[in-house]
């Protein structure tokens, strides 16, 4: 099936829909007892763009941003001014993968802390707290 615009695949699974940018992109939506994970592929389009995309599609708090940033190009006050946006949109959790850069993963993780969870193929990743 072909998707342009924003659309429920599944109940609580839902494509972002076609974000114009550099390279168009889609995300990809869930919605967990947790609140919102969005999974980006590269974020040519911008990963603040494609969160904010989400929120406007799924109401709730953001959990979870996790895949490609795409900001292997951006220096640290860019970074930083991304970190700034993450947390005035409530994201809690972040994993950022492949085509993020090294030394961005770095910066991101040591503004998370405790938040940053690490990724990579085969990873498993609980959201959330997982105390009783």
């Known amino acids: 099936m ?9 109940p609580g699974m839902f494509s972002t829909g076609e974000i114009s940018g550099s390279v168009p992109e889609q995300g990809l939506v869930v919605r967990t007892p947790e ?13 603040v ?10 109401d709730g708090e953001i959990a979870l941003v996790v895949g490609g940033f795409h900001l292997g190009n951006y220096n640290t006050g860019q970074i930083d001014t991304i970190i700034a946006d993450f947390r ?7 994993t950022p993968t492949h085509c993020t850069g090294e030394e961005q ?28």
């Not at 993780?109 to 609980?126: H, L, N, R, T």
């Open 49 to 58: 763009k494609m969160v904010e995309r989400s929120s406007e599609i799924v």
């Open 88 to 94: 005035s949109m409530g994201v809690r959790q972040v």
């Open 105 to 132: 993963i770095t910066q991101i993780a040591k503004a998370y802390g405790e938040d940053y969870i690490p990724g990579g193929a085969g990873q498993v990743i609980v959201i959330g707290n997982l105390a009783p």
């Open 2 to 10: 072909e998707v342009s615009d924003p659309v429920e695949i599944v």
């Open 35 to 47: 609140g919102i994970v969005v999974i980006t592929g590269c974020a040519h389009p911008g990963i």
